[in-house]
């Protein structure tokens, strides 16, 4: 396992734990679509002495003593996601997604006003208005939904929906959708209506990153991710805006919404936006949606519906039913071939949310490892025959065995068992 002297002198039970995760992580496949695997670089960066820092404020205003080196982490890591996305302002303090997204309602919203996002089981996110999130509890959210044919977010239906409600904001950017999003159609929509344009970039700012999704960042007014997911960074967040917008988004973040930033997590974005700079990022990052493509294709050649007919970037939604089985008892026969995914709603599901009718596969977890579409093929395969033999131990057992030879040949980034 990776050198922990300490940690197994004065905790062996933590450590246990950890290796046992370690373990699993390097003998099983990783095909959730929000889950990556951070550099080394960025995991010593994750366990450095900036932990021990208390920093509340911004570069050159803290509350608090002996920031001097901090401001320069914070600072660097401000320059690269600036130019990462053509940012005219950057907040790279936000601790979370969730988080980023309730300090830009926060910024530009107050309780009761309206706002308009993508339906949950469209592929929208908790944050964009569930009834059961802060968002959905805080703010007046009126929902659009993908078309029912296409499995494709149309927008003079969109249009439509603004119009006869006239939202304060408009959210686009999704946590299910497999397509490009129109950045530009929203805008003109909602400059129509004067509404707000914020973007939540989370899943796919890795390939926007790369040049390969168009960028939101010089069309939007606001745009949040978090910092893993396919940029593959450390559990994070930041949020981006028009320099017009900037003291009223970091106002929001602190003193709004949260206290001291994490400045040792900012030492690891700073990291993983100079790795997202380099040319061999945006070879992983084509290397993504070509795995993603070649699972839809794959899945549908098998006989799968796979909603929008495809993908266009990391990851994809199928609908299991036409296997005769739900998401939640498929996310649990892959688990037993050591394979995560996860359960997921498909457009109008008429299954409940906790055993929704779909799965979510994603590619970016696996591409880290270097697998390409030869072995996302191969997964697929596996998928498809633990799915039709999924009464049968004896079957499962020996694909869990494919698995894990499959995973011996391609190793999990800074993981040494």
């Known amino acids: 396992?990776?050198?922990?002297?300490?940690?197994?002198?004065?905790?062996?039970?933590?450590?246990?734990?950890?290796n046992k995760e370690a373990k699993r992580q390097s003998e099983e496949l990783e095909f959730i679509a929000s889950e990556n695997y951070v550099s080394p670089a960025i995991m010593e960066a994750m366990g450095s002495v900036l932990t021990n820092k208390y920093s509340e404020g911004y570069p050159g205003s803290r509350y608090y003593g002996g920031n001097a080196v901090v401001d320069e982490i914070e600072n660097l890591a401000i320059e690269r996601a600036k130019k990462l996305f053509s940012a005219e302002h950057v907040n790279v303090q936000p601790l979370s997604g969730s988080p980023a997204n309730a300090a830009v309602y926060f910024a530009f919203l107050k309780p009761g006003d309206k706002v308009m996002g993508l339906k949950l089981d469209h592929g929208g996110h908790l944050s964009h208005g569930h009834p059961v999130n802060f968002s959905g509890m805080?703010?007046?959210?009126?929902?659009?939904?993908?078309?029912?044919?296409?499995?494709?977010?149309?927008?003079?239906?969109?249009?439509?929906?603004a119009l006869r409600e006239r939202p304060k904001m408009i959210v686009a950017g999704y946590s299910a959708y497999s397509r490009e999003i129109d950045w530009a159609g929203f805008k003109k929509i909602a400059d129509e209506i004067g509404a707000v344009t914020f973007a939540d970039i989370a899943h796919t700012a890795g390939l926007i990153a790369a040049g390969l999704?168009?960028?939101?960042?010089?069309?939007?007014?606001?745009?949040?991710?978090?910092?893993?997911?396919?940029?593959?960074?450390?559990?994070?967040?930041?949020?981006?805006?028009k320099e017009k917008f900037a003291k009223q988004v970091d106002r929001a973040v602190f003193p709004g919404m949260q206290g001291g930033p994490h400045d040792h997590i900012t030492a690891a974005k700073a990291v993983a936006f100079g790795e997202a700079l380099q040319p061999e990022f945006k070879v992983y990052a084509e290397q993504v949606?070509?795995?993603?493509?070649?699972?839809?294709?794959?899945?549908?050649?098998?006989?799968?519906?796979?909603?929008?007919?495809?993908t266009d970037n990391h990851l994809l939604?199928?609908?299991?039913?036409?296997?005769?089985?739900?998401?939640?008892?498929?996310?649990?026969?892959l688990e037993k071939i050591g394979i995560s995914v996860s359960r997921s709603t498909i457009p109008n599901d008429p299954n409940p949310p906790m055993n929704p009718s779909g799965v979510r596969f994603g590619t970016p977890a696996a591409t880290t490892r270097g697998m390409k579409?030869?072995?996302?093929?191969?997964?697929?395969?596996?998928?498809?025959d633990a799915i039709n033999?999924?009464?049968?131990d004896f079957k499962l057992e020996s694909l869990k065995e494919e698995v894990k030879n499959l995973c011996s040949k391609f190793p999990v980034p800074g993981i040494k068992l």
Request: a negative charge.
């Open 1 to 18: 396992m990776e050198n922990k002297k300490n940690l197994i002198k004065q905790d062996p039970e933590v450590t246990k734990i950890i």
């Open 138 to 161: 805080l703010y007046n959210f009126v929902q659009y939904e993908l078309d029912s044919k296409t499995g494709r977010v149309d927008m003079e239906k969109v249009r439509e929906v």
């Open 213 to 241: 999704l168009e960028n939101p960042v010089p069309i939007f007014d606001v745009i949040s991710t978090t910092t893993h997911k396919t940029l593959r960074g450390p559990r994070g967040a930041i949020v981006m805006c």
């Open 289 to 310: 949606i070509k795995n993603a493509t070649a699972m839809a294709e794959e899945f549908l050649q098998r006989g799968y519906r796979v909603v929008s007919g495809g």
């Open 317 to 333: 939604v199928v609908d299991m039913t036409s296997k005769g089985i739900t998401g939640k008892e498929c996310e649990i026969v």
């Open 373 to 384: 579409e030869s072995e996302i093929k191969q997964v697929v395969s596996w998928i498809d």
């Open 389 to 392: 033999d999924r009464n049968e």
